[in-house]
């Protein structure tokens, strides 16, 4: 089968950029409690370009990259998995060794695709998992779509309900709306009721998250945004409950003056600075910033089932056929000039589309 991996040049990190190689590996076989799933479309995400740039840790240059993936099971290791998942469309999880635990990981984690830990990635033909790491996917999805949902979707559920206990009638501000997990925290708060805010480099971009119902936007490359935002706020609830935060940097410096006294911010990135300034003030104001990762087994279903209660179609950019077209991706991407997830489309998405 044809699978994505990374080629190991000469270069530091950061400055190094490694080749995309397409390979051919042999297909994978069925153990006890697996099923065979035959990938239809896998999503990037911004992980997969830090991974190139030598930007992560772990990195494998053996295993296929991509942690999203959407496919339909093609083979099953036993009469009851058969009944239950032969000729399912199925996303797969994303993550490995959380179960429940709400506060973080019960043992070793890992991330699927291009590092160590986990030995599959998504940008591969065929991939063999246990039966317990696949969702059924949501009717209303395009297969594109379904790719989009599993890494930035669990991201964002858990950065805006486990972390950000974001109820309706908050306000909540999400930054960076042009990543693939703000979109998807901006879609989450608004199907639960919660007024959201956000910020961009792009105006279009703005424009955009309006019609995907955020309440308003500001653009953070001026420099007097946080102060934009507070004249934007409601009269009768004119504080933010909650930051959701993917850039890092400066981000309590602007907005502990927007919070509620305990307001909360969640960081679950650092794109433009990995490193963020508490001051005294925010100490004062009993602020509280709070990490949060991907996220338990038990989340993801959560968030699934969420996406289909509420018929979220997740936001997709570009969508490119074939694995030797991962390129194109990968270079808007590095740009930053999506709105919304990128995908690849590795097997006959025709055949899919009608199940
Ligand atoms: N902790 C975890 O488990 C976890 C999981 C997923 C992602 N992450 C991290 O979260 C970050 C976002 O991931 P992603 O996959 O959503 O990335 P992405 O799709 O590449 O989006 C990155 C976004 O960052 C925004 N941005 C750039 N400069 C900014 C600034 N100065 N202020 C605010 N936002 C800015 C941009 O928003 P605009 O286009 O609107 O300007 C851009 O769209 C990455 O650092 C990633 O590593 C962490």
């Not at 059924?136 to 858990?158: D, K, M, N, Q, Y």
């Not at 991907?294 to 959560?302: H, L, P, T």
Request: glycine content about 12%.
């Amino acid at each position: 089968m044809k699978a994505l991996v990374i080629e190991k040049t000469n270069g530091k990190p950061g400055q190094v950029y490694y080749p995309l190689k397409q390979v051919d590996l042999p297909k994978p076989y069925v153990r006890p409690g697996e099923v065979l799933v035959k990938i239809l479309a896998a999503a990037l995400n911004h992980r997969e370009v830090f991974i190139r740039q030598h930007l992560y840790p772990g990195i494998n240059f053996e295993t296929p990259l991509g942690a999203d993936g959407v496919g339909i099971v093609v083979e099953t290791s036993s009469p009851d998995l058969e009944q239950q998942w032969k000729g399912k469309r199925v996303i797969l999880t994303p993550g490995r060794g959380w179960e429940g635990n709400e506060d973080g990981p019960e043992g070793k984690y890992a991330i699927v695709g291009g590092t160590v830990g986990v030995s599959h990635g998504t940008l591969q033909e065929y991939v063999a998992l246990p039966a317990s790491e696949l969702e059924e996917a949501p009717e209303h999805l395009s297969i594109p779509e379904a790719a989009a949902i599993p890494l930035a979707g669990l991201t964002a559920w858990r950065a805006t309900f486990t972390k950000g206990k974001l109820r309706a009638g908050h306000n909540v501000l999400i930054t960076g709306i042009g990543g693939g997990v703000a979109l998807f925290a901006l879609q989450f708060a608004v199907a639960a009721g919660a007024t959201a805010f956000v910020t961009s480099g792009s105006e279009e971009k703005i424009a955009r998250a309006k019609e995907l119902g955020a309440a308003a936007g500001v653009n953070y490359r001026k420099e007097d945004w946080s102060k934009q935002l507070k004249g934007l706020l409601p009269k009768n609830r004119s504080y933010l409950d909650t930051v959701i935060d993917g850039a890092g940097g400066d981000i309590v410096l602007q907005t502990y003056g927007l919070l509620k006294p305990g307001g909360v911010i969640v960081s679950y990135g650092m794109t433009t600075n990995p490193k963020v300034v508490f001051p005294m003030q925010a100490v004062l104001k009993n602020i509280e910033i709070r990490g949060s990762t991907m996220g338990s087994r038990k989340e993801f279903k959560e968030m699934v089932s969420f996406v289909n209660k509420h018929g979220i179609k997740p936001v997709v950019s570009t969508t490119v056929n074939g694995l030797g077209r991962a390129d194109e991706v990968f270079e808007i991407m590095k740009k930053g000039t999506q709105f919304g997830k990128l995908v690849v489309e590795v097997g006959d998405t025709g055949e899919a589309a009608k199940l």
